[in-house]
Every structure is written in structure tokens, then in C-alpha cells.
């Protein structure tokens, strides 16, 4: 990573030196020794490392300290007085405040563009997409896995290196505040919206309870950045930025400045569409089916657009997107053809999936398990989502958990279903239920475990 002393990082976080030798013994020498990353699990520990002990629901990280500083770690941060310890560490009021100090510090140091997303539905999809865009001109970071909250974006952030050009940072969020602690941590360039759909009403209680904490974003966001907002969602729509930014919008709808025309579904292989920008058209090619991807490549042309790409870097970055484990990635066994979309789930994104599954020609067979946090309505979104399933043709529908019952009541009229109270249950009869040659959707919301599915599956 770029340079950050210890000097620095004891600054920068309101920290105190402590430790064997004595802050005041310490030689000044010392004191600019720079760390080489900065890390919270000690098994990533290298020569010259920052360790930050984060407390967990299990594991204390203070516990790994002395393990950490033998391995060769320069420094570690403590909430704790290790007293006289053979070793330097900062003392810090909070290790989870202190490092989202830091990263804000480090990224403040940077002369790179940050591209920061964030939306209800479709963020690690676009900005996937975003990066793929962005990749044929630039030498980008993106966010990798789910390191999209408090913990997780600083440690993006300190990924950053020298040669980077461009950030692409993914933002999630659950509750009022976090998008503000984000923002400041990661000061994007470029805000892109996705929509405004139902995850995480449970806190925010309402859309426009998730239109006021997603757009926390704006707070501190470059002055005279850009604001990308998908322009047919009706929240955004009719947004106005306090901070006096004029939105541009991207949408299926002609009057939004970036839209697509022409769009043809190419069912499993992808979809086939004209992009229309203010000054440009050209063709391209989505290589990841489901429509959308189409959204996301608006989003992606438009990032492209603001950062003075070219049509034709733009349309090849578009067909050059890979999809990740989890995310709508298809996957051809001997027997099946899987979608595996198990990495999260909300009502909308559920829609959508199923929608790629109804292009299948083959038997259709959707997995489908619990949504949480849905706040009240939870059991009556579920309810919905059975309904569109049979409404989209799926010939199999097989929930499973809790809140799946209303799943499957609400597909049981139109279409053959079955419901597990457990994946056991389900593996139990998985061989009475599924056909050689059936095309598989398999979604849950995370926590419900469903890559073990996925897992089966392929084997």
C-alpha cells in the first residue's frame, strides 16, 4: 500500500503509542517506519503489517496480538492496556472506529477516481459490470466478495495501490447513519444509484426511509462529481441532490440520458442491445442473462461516459463481464443446468431471477428459500413471490425454510411445488423431485446457506 508511518496512523486515529520500548523512548526512525497493509485477520498477517483487533460475536482479535507482532507485524492497534509488552502497539479508544479513521486518512492521500454504488438490488452485478467497463481504459480496483459495510470497505480501500486509477466500491447499508460513515470513508467521485426496492425496511421501515439513508452517499461525495440514478425508478426519479448536482439517469425509458433500444433476450446466452448515449449509439452484447443486466449496463456506459471512455471501449468492456459465484453465474453439469444466485435475495431480485429461469428451454426448476429482513410484510412478499413463480411458467418450485411456506402457498396453483422445512429434508428427496436435463435456479438470502445446495448439485 502507499506510504502511512506509524507517526501517521497514531495521528490520524487519535491514537497513543504504547508499549516496550516507551512512547518517549522511541526513535524517531522508528516512528517513520511504514506499514506494508493493513489487516484483521491475523492469518494475513506479512512483514511489517498493521493488525487491527476487531472484537466479533466469538472471537476476540486483542486474543492474537502476540501471535501477530512475532510474526513479523510492524504494529497492532488495542482497545485494551497490554502493559509492558516486548512490542509497540496504539492504543485506541475503538479498533472499529480507528479503522475506518484510517482508511478515510489513506484514501484522502490518494489521487485516484472513486466510483461508489450502492441501491437495494443489483450492486455486486453492476459493479461488476461497472468494472468490466471501466477495465479497458483504466487499472481498476474493485470490491471483492461481500466487503461492501463498515469493516469491509476500509479494508477495499487499504487494498488501493499506486498503479491503481479508479476505485469501484460497492456500499451496502441496513440502518440510518451507515451510509453517512461510508461516504466519508470512501469520498466517491461518481454516486451510482441502482433503485430503491424493500430489503432492510425491518430499520428502515419504508422506501423512502431507504431513499433518505441510501442517498447519505451525497454527504461526501466530490463537489463536482457525478450523480448516475436509474431514472425509471420512480423514487430517484424525483430525487434533487441538496448538494445542487444535476443527475444523469439511465433507463429503458427515452427521456433518460443513457437508455437502450433494440434490447433482444437471448435467453441462457445473454441479450443483444443499442445503447443510446447523449452524443452516441452502438450495439453490445450481455453475455450474463436476465434483463436486468440491461440496467446494468446503462450503468456501466454511463460511469464510462462521465470518465471519457469510448463508445467502443464501453461495448467491449459490456461484453467482457465474467459472472462471480453466486450471482445468476450459470453452471453446466452432466445432469443439470444450475443459476446459482444463492448470494442474497430480496423481492425483486427473486422476480428477476426467476425471470432468467423462464428463458430456460428445458424443464424449469426455481430453489427458492427465506428473505430476511423484510420488516412486516415479510410473509405476504413471500406469498408474491410464489405467485409471479407460477406465473412465469417455472414447472418446479421447491421452497424451503420458515417463511418459504408462504412460497409455496402462494405458486401452488399454478405450478407442481414442494416445500422442506430443512436443506437436509430437501437432500433427503432431492433425487424423487429433480430430472436429468432440468435447468435450476437456486436463490435464498444469504444466511439461509444455499452454496451447499449449489455444491450438491454440481456433484
Keep these: ?23 518517549e523512548a522511541l526513535p524517531e526512525t522508528f516512528l517513520d517506519r511504514e506499514v506494508s497493509s493493513v489487516v484483521i485477520d491475523s492469518r ?38 497490554l502493559g509492558e509488552v516486548p512490542y509497540t502497539y496504539i492504543r485506541v479508544a475503538s479498533c472499529e472506529q480507528a479503522l475506518k479513521d484510517l482508511a478515510e486518512h489513506y484514501r484522502c492521500s490518494l ?5 461508489g454504488i450502492t441501491g437495494s438490488v443489483g450492486k455486486t452485478s ?32 487499504f487494498n488501493i495501490r499506486e498503479e491503481h486509477q479508479i476505485a469501484v466500491l460497492e456500499m451496502g447499508i441496513s440502518e440510518f447513519g451507515e451510509m453517512t460513515r461510508l461516504a466519508k470513508v470512501a469520498r466517491p467521485d461518481i454516486c451510482v444509484f441502482t433503485n430503491i426496492g424493500f430489503a432492510h425496511l425491518e430499520n428502515l421501515g419504508s422506501r423512502d426511509g431507504i431513499l433518505k439513508a441510501k442517498t447519505e452517499m451525497l454527504t461526501f461525495m466530490n463537489p463536482e462529481g457525478t450523480v448516475i440514478f436509474n431514472g425509471d425508478d420512480d423514487k430517484l426519479r424525483g430525487f434533487k441532490p441538496e448538494n445542487g448536482i444535476t443527475p444523469v439517469y439511465f433507463g429503458l425509458d427515452e427521456s433518460c440520458d443513457f437508455h437502450a433500444c433494440d434490447v433482444e433476450n437471448r435467453g441462457l446466452k445473454g441479450t443483444d442491445a443499442r445503447f443510446v448515449t447523449p452524443k452516441s449509439t452502438f450495439h453490445a452484447h450481455i453475455p450474463v442473462p436476465g434483463d436486468h443486466m440491461v ?46 444466485d444463492c448470494y442474497n435475495a430480496n423481492p425483486a431480485s427473486m422476480k428477476s431471477s426467476l425471470s432468467v429461469l423462464a428463458c430456460a428451454d428445458t424443464r424449469k426448476v426455481a430453489i427458492l428459500g427465506d428473505m430476511f429482513e423484510l420488516g412486516a410484510k415479510e410473509k405476504e412478499m413471500h406469498y408474491e413471490v410464489g405467485q409471479y413463480a407460477a406465473e412465469a411458467g ?25 416445500h422442506y422445512d430443512t436443506k437436509e429434508a430437501f437432500f433427503s428427496d432431492m ?16 444466511g439461509m446457506g444455499f452454496a451447499e445446495i449449489v455444491e450438491r448439485l454440481q456433484r
Design 1 to 23: 500500500m502507499k506510504h502511512m508511518s506509524l507517526k501517521e496512523i497514531a495521528a490520524a486515529c487519535g491514537g497513543t503509542l504504547c508499549g516496550n520500548p516507551s512512547a
Design 44 to 81: 494475513k498477517v506479512q512483514k511489517d503489517s498493521l493488525f487491527v483487533p476487531i472484537r466479533g460475536a466469538r472471537v476476540d482479535g486483542h486474543t492474537f496480538i502476540p501471535q501477530v507482532m512475532e510474526k513479523g507485524a510492524l504494529c497492532a492497534l488495542s482497545e485494551e492496556d
Design 111 to 115: 489521487d485516484i477516481k472513486v466510483v
Design 126 to 157: 453492476t459493479k461488476e459490470m461497472i468494472a468490466s467497463v471501466l477495465s479497458q481504459k483504466y487499472r481498476v480496483l474493485k470490491t471483492e466478495g461481500n466487503f461492501n459495510n463498515e469493516i469491509g470497505l476500509p479494508l477495499t480501500v
Design 295 to 340: 440496467y446494468n449496463a446503462l450503468a456501466g456506459t454511463a460511469v464510462g461516459y462521465a470518465l471519457g471512455m469510448t463508445d467502443e471501449e464501453i461495448a467491449r468492456g459490456i461484453g467482457a463481464l465474467v459472472p462471480i459465484a453466486g450471482r445468476n453465474h450459470l453452471i453446466e453439469t452432466d445432469r443439470f443446468t444450475l443459476i446459482d
Design 394 to 418: 417455472i414447472d418446479v418450485v421447491i421452497c424451503i425454510g420458515e417463511l418459504s411456506k408462504e412460497t409455496a402457498r402462494g405458486a401452488q396453483e399454478g405450478t407442481e411445488v414442494h
Design 431 to 446: 433425487g424423487n423431485v429433480l430430472k436429468e436435463h432440468d435447468t435450476i435456479l437456486v436463490k435464498a438470502s444469504h
